[in-house]
């Protein structure tokens, strides 16, 4: 159980110096309590306050990290059940699993469609985040030559499948500087298995037969002295996998429950592409922080990540993209000029129908917070005052040699004063995206 704000309060010097960042020893105390400050922020705490305040403050799910080098994958440290409660912070790592038991060939070919999947959405690039090698042939060298073939040939984080710990010394080490997933320790080799996490300084998956089981072997290992953990209670079935993982979340965060408090894993089950895409959907919600899947089919996969990003974006901010003016084709001092807002789908909608009209345009990304143009005008931020006195003093003046702004159609009532604040002359566009081709065919001679 963490210490309430009064108890922390008690251990802190009481001088109110202020410099951890706010007025007062019992004002940090609160924001200690709460998991929005951390200890380190007051240099002043005694060494005996430090011990006793250190665990019962620490955040109730430790971070991992995954792999090295440009390609970590962040997992845990997660403080809220519901993402409107706060935010998620690390989203769910997607593996996909290969056996070892492929010839070379199926390997390459296997990991170079894992390595190309790539799809642009709304300004972002949804991937793959890992390789996880499962130890198949239940022989050693197999699976050290198949981990090491995959190291090869992608940089994506690995996760070693094997309960054999010789197997797992022997791939492991090959691949060491990779920091790689290793998957997993349980009541028969856990000494074992912490040795090689140790030596190469890996995380270390943990699986039990069911919750308590796992909650006595993570004691356990964490015993041993090793902490870079990440949990599996042992179960298959959806239902029981979506209990467990949501036990472990609430016992971490609501009980403080140190013993749970390691980012999960789970595996899917299903074959088909889809069925697979959904179960992996209800883990992704609910909580793993890493989902290993065996198919790599693009649609259910874009499914998938699409969903991912819904879960692990911040509810109390807008996605946007940065304010400015960007150049959609060839552009020339001739092409026309359109303005939107800065909010994510917004831009991309509209930038997308824009380039669909092959007239090289100009498109502003007007900042709203990233809010969208009907919201940014009922609030007042994208309205004539705002954008008038932007406009006569930007850049875009000096990038094309007429002055006429498209606006979107939905506010067309801020037209005369933005044409009066800036001195361009304003021209109503279409109310909707789709019928920029139109606008453009006719108005613009596209
Ligand atoms: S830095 Fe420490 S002593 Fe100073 S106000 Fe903050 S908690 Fe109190």
Same mark, same amino acid.
């Given at each position: 159980m963490g210490l309430t704000g009064l108890e922390i309060f008690k251990q802190l010097p009481k001088t109110n110096c202020g410099e951890c960042g706010v007025p007062t020893c019992l004002a940090f105390a609160m924001a200690l309590a709460s998991g929005k400050a951390t200890l380190s922020q007051c240099p002043y705490v005694s060494d005996a306050a430090r011990e006793a305040l250190e665990s019962a403050t620490a955040p109730p799910m430790r971070l991992v990290k995954v792999g090295a080098g440009d390609n970590v994958l962040e997992i845990g440290d997660e403080q809220v059940i519901f993402r409107h409660d706060k935010t998620f912070f690390h989203p769910t790592g997607i593996f996909i699993e290969l056996d070892d038991t492929l010839s070379a060939d199926e390997i390459a070919a296997k990991v170079d469609e894992i390595s190309g999947f790539v799809v642009e959405r709304v300004g972002e690039q949804y991937v793959i985040d890992g390789v996880a090698v499962k130890n198949a042939s239940g022989n050693a060298d197999s699976f050290k030559k198949a981990v090491e073939a995959v190291a090869d040939r992608t940089n994506k984080v690995l996760a070693l499948l094997t309960e054999d710990p010789a197997a797992m010394e022997a791939a492991a080490s090959a691949v060491a500087d990779r920091k790689p997933l290793l998957y997993a320790a349980t009541a028969d080799n856990y000494e074992k298995m912490v040795e090689v996490a140790k030596k190469i300084g890996a995380p270390l998956a943990v699986r039990g037969n069911d919750l308590n089981s796992l909650a006595e072997l993570v004691d356990k290992v964490v015993g041993l002295g090793y902490k870079e953990l990440v949990l599996d209670s042992g179960e298959r079935q959806t239902s029981k996998v979506l209990a467990d993982l949501t036990q472990m979340r609430r016992l971490s965060i609501k009980k403080r429950f140190r013993t749970f408090g390691y980012p999960t894993i789970a595996f899917t089950t299903e074959e088909d592409a889809v069925g697979e895409a959904l179960q992996a959907q209800v883990y992704v919600s609910k909580f793993a922080s890493i989902v290993v899947m065996k198919n790599a089919s693009e649609p259910a996969l874009l499914t998938l990540l699409t969903w991912r990003r819904n879960i692990y974006t911040d509810p109390q901010k807008p996605i946007a993209v940065q304010p400015g003016v960007y150049a959609i084709g060839d552009v020339t001092p001739d092409s026309p000029v359109y303005i939107t807002t800065n909010f994510s789908l917004t831009y991309y909608t509209v930038a997308t129908e824009v380039e669909a009209t092959r007239l090289p345009s100009y498109l502003i990304a007007f900042d709203t917070d990233g809010l969208s143009v009907m919201t940014a005008w009922a609030g007042g931020k994208f309205v004539g005052e705002e954008i008038g006195p932007w406009l006569k003093d930007s850049d875009i003046n000096e990038k094309v040699s007429h002055k006429k702004l498209i606006i979107p @159609? @939905?506010? %067309? %009532?801020i037209k005369g004063k933005l044409e009066d604040l800036s001195g361009w002359e304003v021209i109503v566009g279409p109310r909707e995206a789709s019928g920029i081709t139109s606008f453009a065919k006719l108005r613009l001679g596209a």
């Open positions: @159609g @939905g506010v %067309a %009532a």
